[in-house]
Each structure stands twice: as structure tokens, then as C-alpha cells.
């Protein structure tokens, strides 16, 4: 009992005895958690501010600051740049490419017929995947328009993809595919409804049923008036997806997507800034001038005026002086000049930078050595980097091949079938052959290898004991097709049989119109 709690009880019993029930009451309720993260009383949490609400109040209140943000940094900070192209060119990089996959077994086809349907399909897709005439605004190809969705949802926190049908000239097919920007989808007039939420309407239950779609960018200066469109999210007499939302939730009750660089946007700022201040500084420090003080009054220009006008970076502010490279100036009288040395280059900016950026990378999940691309640690420190680094976008690339590759691919099949350029007895007649006809695998960009020596050989000898197959690790090492390489394989052989018996023959000699020799 300390001594204010003494004399209150000499002094009033009673008052006493409940402030010292109160206090046995707050240590029981400061237990488990109470005493430590989410204790109120200790001077090391007392200062934390702190306030929570739902996923609209934490994320969709706050998104267009955020996609504004990150956009920006996206185009200012290097290394907020780098971390985004980083995941593109890993996750997506020249395109996610199709590999049909039909379960043949449950079709009850033969493993031959099976292939060349595979083939076939592959091949049909490839004449509307590899047009621009799949683009609704025939810019991209669907390779290209890949790239162009996860780059936008890295910097917005997710995209809307709608699938309207176009005919054109030369292309048997009519799908076409329409990427809209993450702001375009709001609210109407920014009317408040608690069914709606970023654009995004959903029922009692929390069904997406419809988003609402402005014209227009709302950013655009171009247009004044902007009108919305109320989009159902499924057909109603076909059920057909109207709309793919590529978005990533990571709260329950999520509605739109966060943008990638969120979590980081204050650091990559302030590391921005300080980059900035660090170059300018060496710059100036590289500076060397001479200045020349004089005791009676002379007749030369003033501080900064002997800088030519075209070279000078604020030439319009009167009271800019600025200094050139390597220059002596003369200062009027009562000028004074005073050294000052920056003590640049700054030699703890290195290993400052690089703490900032190994915890920028841990947000992001991307190493140190992947984020700024550099790799002077062992061959293990880097391979296990690569690993941990590869844990993650093969994930994303799962994600996006689940959420924006395989439904447009389903919506291909449809219509190529419905078209019959593709035989697929029981499409719309059973989902379960529907599904049976669209499975496929989407591949994309090989990792890579640190000493392919070592990992080829560790390769070959997971598939001799059955741990992986020849398809798999083709596709991982290499990236490319094992069936394909087989082919070319054969054709190469082949062709170098042919020419090794030209080779032996090349001795012999036709022989002539008459029957003799040439």
C-alpha cells in the first residue's frame, strides 16, 4: 500500500477499503494479454494511440488516399518502382501461358484422342490469345493484358475485368476482354448506402449482386458530367459472370482490394526524401568555389549573378543565389560568405538504407537481395532468399491464374464450343464435364537457377525416385513444355542422322548422261 493509499484509509476507511478492492480487481483483469500487448497502464504502451472498426472504416474509407499514394510512389521512389516490376516480371513476366489439362479419365476418352484434343485447344486459344483482337480496345494481346491487370492491381489493390462481345474481321471468336481501373468503381454521386460499399452492391446477406461503374476517370479533367452504370455481377437467365473483381480480401467483410505498397507507403516516403537530400547534398559538396571579400566597394555583380540565367534552376525567384561548378565569385560590399561542408558522400548511408529497406522487403515479402538486386551473400543465403522469394509468387501466380486467367479462358471455351470450333460432347449439359473439358495449368516464368549443375541433378534424381515428374520440372527449371521439347527433340535426332549419313556419302559420285562419272 503505497502512501496515498494509506491516508485515504485513515481517513476514510470505507473509501479505502474500494480503492484497494478496485485495485485487486484491475490485476485480475490485467492478466494473459493484460499484461502485455494489451495493457493501458505501463509507461511503454500509455502513449499508444490506437482505435480499430470494420473493414470499411480501416480500408474503404481510406482507399483513394492510398491508390493516390502508391500510384505516386510508383512513379517518384525507385525503390517503390523496383518492387513493383520485381513482382510482374516473377508472377506474370512474359505471360502465363495455357497448358490443357481435360480429365480424360472421367470423359471416358482414350489417352491419344485426349492429347489431340488438348492440342487442339491450345491451338484455338492461341489464335484469339496472341491477337490484340481479344482486347475490347485492341491494344494488347492476353499475355500483355496480364501483365497490365497485376501491375494495376499491385498499385490500386485490385482491377474490374468485364467480357463484352465484339465481332471483328478475321477473328472467328467474339469475346473480347475490358480492364477498368480500380476508380471508376464508387458510389454514385457519392450517396451513402450500407449496401453499397466502393461501388461494390451486395443483399442482406452479403452477396455481391451488382457494381457500380462511372463513365468516366473521376480524376479526369476531360469530363464534368459523370454518370454511373449499375452492372450485375451474374446474368440472370445464364448465370454468366458479368463482372471478374481481381481483388485479394485480407479482412472478413472486405470489399475492395488493398494496394500493394499500403503497408510501406510512409517508409518508402521518408527513404525517398532522404535519398533525395543525400544526392543533393553530394552534389553540392562537389561543388568548389572560391569567394573573394573585399574591403572597399567593388564594382562586380552580386552573389549568384555571375551564373548564366539559362543555367540556373530558379532563375525567376530575385532572392535564389546560386553557385556553378568549380567557380570563383566576387561578394559586394557587407556580403559575407561562410564555408559549409556537408560531409558528403555520408558514409552511413549505406547501411542505414539497407536496414530500411531489409524491413520494406520483409512487408512485402520480397528478400533484400531480390528488392534492390543484390546479390553479394553466399550461394546458400541467395538460393534460400530465391526460395522464400518464390514461395510468394507462385502463390500470386496461382491466385491470378484462378482469378483472372481460368474464368476468361471458361468463357473462351463456351463460345468456341458453342461455335463448334471445339468438339465437347455434354459442355452444357453437365458442369462436371464443363469442368472436366476447362481444366488447365497456367505457367508462367521459370525460377531460375543459382548452379544448374547441382540443381539439374537434383532434378533428374526426383524424378527417378518418383517425387516429381519430367512435365513438372521442365515447367520449373525451364519453363517450358516437356511434350514440346520431347518433339523438337525427335526432329533434331532426326535431322542429324540425316546429315551425318551425307557426311559418310559424300565420297560417291553421280554418274553421267553416259554412264560415267562426273
Given at each position: 500500500?503505497?502512501?496515498?493509499?494509506?491516508?485515504?484509509?485513515?481517513?476514510s476507511?470505507v473509501?479505502?477499503l474500494?480503492?484497494?478492492?478496485?485495485?485487486k480487481?484491475?490485476?485480475?483483469?490485467?492478466?494473459?494479454y493484460?499484461?502485455?500487448?494489451?495493457n493501458?497502464?505501463?509507461?511503454?504502451?500509455?502513449g499508444?494511440?490506437?482505435?480499430?472498426?470494420?473493414?470499411k472504416e480501416?480500408?474503404e474509407?481510406?482507399?483513394?488516399?492510398l491508390?493516390?499514394?502508391?500510384r505516386?510512389?510508383?512513379?517518384?521512389?525507385?525503390?517503390?518502382?523496383?518492387?513493383?516490376?520485381?513482382?510482374?516480371?516473377?508472377?506474370?513476366?512474359q505471360?502465363?501461358t495455357?497448358k490443357?489439362?481435360?480429365?480424360?479419365?472421367y470423359l471416358?476418352?482414350?489417352e491419344?484422342a485426349?492429347?489431340?484434343?488438348?492440342?487442339r485447344?491450345?491451338?484455338?486459344?492461341s489464335l484469339?490469345?496472341d491477337?490484340?483482337?481479344?482486347d475490347?480496345?485492341?491494344?494488347?494481346?492476353?499475355k500483355?493484358?496480364?501483365?497490365?491487370a497485376?501491375?494495376?492491381w499491385?498499385?490500386s489493390?485490385?482491377?474490374?475485368?468485364t467480357?463484352?462481345?465484339?465481332?471483328?474481321v478475321n477473328?472467328?471468336y467474339?469475346?473480347?476482354v475490358?480492364?477498368i481501373?480500380?476508380?471508376r468503381?464508387?458510389n454514385?454521386?457519392?450517396?451513402?448506402?450500407?449496401?453499397?460499399?466502393?461501388?461494390?452492391?451486395?443483399?442482406?446477406?452479403g452477396?455481391?449482386?451488382?457494381?457500380?461503374?462511372?463513365?468516366?476517370?473521376?480524376?479526369s479533367?476531360?469530363?464534368?458530367?459523370r454518370k454511373?452504370t449499375?452492372?450485375?455481377a451474374?446474368?440472370?437467365?445464364?448465370g454468366r459472370?458479368?463482372?471478374?473483381?481481381?481483388?485479394?480480401r485480407e479482412?472478413?467483410?472486405?470489399?475492395?482490394?488493398?494496394?500493394?505498397?499500403?503497408?510501406?507507403?510512409?517508409a518508402?516516403?521518408q527513404?525517398g526524401?532522404?535519398?533525395?537530400?543525400?544526392?543533393?547534398?553530394?552534389v553540392?559538396s562537389?561543388?568548389?568555389t572560391?569567394?573573394?571579400?573585399?574591403?572597399?566597394p567593388?564594382e562586380g555583380?552580386?552573389?549568384?549573378e555571375?551564373?548564366?540565367?539559362?543555367l540556373q534552376?530558379?532563375?525567376?525567384d530575385?532572392?535564389?543565389?546560386e553557385?556553378g561548378?568549380g567557380v570563383?565569385?566576387?561578394?559586394?560590399?557587407?556580403?559575407?560568405?561562410?564555408?559549409?561542408?556537408p560531409?558528403r558522400?555520408?558514409t552511413?548511408?549505406d547501411?542505414?538504407v539497407t536496414s530500411?529497406?531489409r524491413?520494406?522487403?520483409?512487408a512485402?515479402e520480397?528478400?533484400?537481395?531480390?528488392?534492390?538486386?543484390?546479390?553479394?551473400?553466399?550461394?546458400?543465403?541467395?538460393?534460400?532468399a530465391?526460395l522464400?522469394?518464390?514461395?510468394?509468387?507462385?502463390?500470386?501466380?496461382?491466385?491470378?491464374?484462378?482469378?483472372?486467367?481460368?474464368?476468361?479462358?471458361e468463357?473462351?471455351?463456351?463460345?468456341?464450343?458453342?461455335?463448334?470450333?471445339?468438339?465437347?460432347?455434354?459442355?452444357?449439359s453437365?458442369?462436371m464435364?464443363?469442368?472436366?473439358?476447362c481444366?488447365?495449368?497456367?505457367n508462367?516464368?521459370?525460377?531460375?537457377?543459382l548452379?544448374?549443375?547441382?540443381?539439374?541433378e537434383a532434378?533428374?534424381?526426383r524424378?527417378?525416385?518418383?517425387?516429381?515428374?519430367?512435365?513438372?520440372e521442365a515447367?520449373?527449371i525451364?519453363?517450358?513444355?516437356?511434350y514440346?521439347?520431347?518433339?523438337?527433340l525427335r526432329?533434331e535426332?532426326?535431322?542429324?542422322?540425316?546429315?551425318?549419313?551425307e557426311?559418310?556419302?559424300?565420297?560417291?559420285h553421280?554418274?553421267g548422261p553416259?554412264?560415267k562419272?562426273?
Open positions: 500500500m503505497n502512501f496515498i493509499d494509506r491516508a485515504v484509509a485513515y481517513i476507511p473509501a479505502g474500494r480503492r484497494a478492492g478496485a485495485r480487481r484491475l490485476q485480475i483483469i490485467n492478466s494473459g493484460g499484461n502485455y500487448g494489451a493501458t497502464m505501463k509507461k511503454s504502451l500509455k499508444w494511440l490506437f482505435g480499430g472498426g470494420s473493414a480501416d480500408i474509407d481510406n482507399l483513394t488516399v491508390r493516390e499514394r502508391c505516386d510512389l510508383y512513379m517518384g521512389v525507385p525503390l517503390a518502382t523496383g518492387a513493383l516490376k520485381t513482382c510482374r516480371t516473377n508472377v506474370v513476366g505471360g502465363l495455357l490443357s489439362q481435360i480429365d480424360y479419365e471416358g476418352l482414350e491419344e485426349a492429347q489431340e484434343l488438348e492440342a485447344i491450345e491451338r484455338e486459344f484469339w490469345a491477337s490484340t483482337a481479344c475490347l480496345e485492341r491494344l494488347d494481346n492476353f500483355e493484358l496480364q501483365q497490365l497485376f501491375l494495376n499491385l498499385m489493390g485490385d482491377v474490374l475485368v467480357l463484352p462481345t465484339t465481332k471483328r477473328m472467328p467474339d469475346l473480347r475490358r480492364l481501373e480500380a476508380d468503381l464508387s454514385p454521386n457519392g450517396t451513402f448506402n450500407p449496401h453499397i460499399v466502393g461501388g461494390v452492391e451486395t443483399n442482406d446477406a452477396e455481391v449482386v451488382a457494381y457500380h461503374i462511372s463513365t468516366h476517370h473521376p480524376l479533367f476531360e469530363y464534368k458530367e454511373w449499375r452492372v450485375e451474374y446474368g440472370k437467365r445464364t459472370r458479368n463482372v471478374l473483381h481481381i481483388m485479394n479482412r472478413i467483410g472486405q470489399r475492395r482490394g488493398v494496394p500493394f505498397l499500403a503497408p510501406v507507403i510512409e518508402l516516403k527513404l526524401r532522404y535519398t533525395e537530400a543525400e544526392l543533393v547534398a553530394a553540392i562537389g561543388m568548389f572560391v569567394f573573394i571579400e573585399k574591403d572597399a567593388g555583380a552580386a552573389l549568384g555571375t551564373v548564366e540565367e539559362e534552376v530558379d532563375a525567376a530575385e532572392n535564389s543565389l553557385m561548378n570563383v565569385m566576387e561578394l559586394n560590399e557587407g556580403e559575407h560568405a561562410k564555408e559549409a561542408n560531409g558522400p555520408n552511413a548511408f547501411g542505414f530500411i529497406c524491413q520494406i522487403g520483409a512485402l520480397i528478400p533484400y537481395e531480390l528488392l534492390v538486386k543484390n546479390f553479394n551473400a553466399s550461394y546458400s543465403a541467395s538460393r534460400a530465391l522464400e522469394a518464390w514461395k510468394m509468387f507462385k502463390m500470386y501466380r496461382s491466385w491470378l491464374a484462378t482469378d483472372f486467367c481460368q474464368p476468361i479462358f468463357e473462351w471455351m463456351s463460345e468456341a464450343v458453342a461455335k463448334g470450333r471445339i468438339s465437347a460432347p455434354g459442355f452444357f453437365d458442369p464435364i464443363r469442368k472436366a473439358y481444366g488447365a495449368e497456367w508462367g516464368p521459370a525460377q531460375g537457377l548452379n544448374p549443375v547441382q540443381e539439374v532434378a533428374t534424381k524424378v527417378e525416385q518418383g517425387f516429381s515428374t519430367r512435365e513438372r515447367v520449373e525451364t519453363g517450358t513444355d516437356f514440346r521439347n520431347a518433339r523438337q526432329q535426332e532426326k535431322a542429324l542422322r540425316g546429315e551425318q549419313k557426311e559418310k556419302g559424300g565420297g560417291k553421280e554418274p553416259e554412264g562419272e562426273n
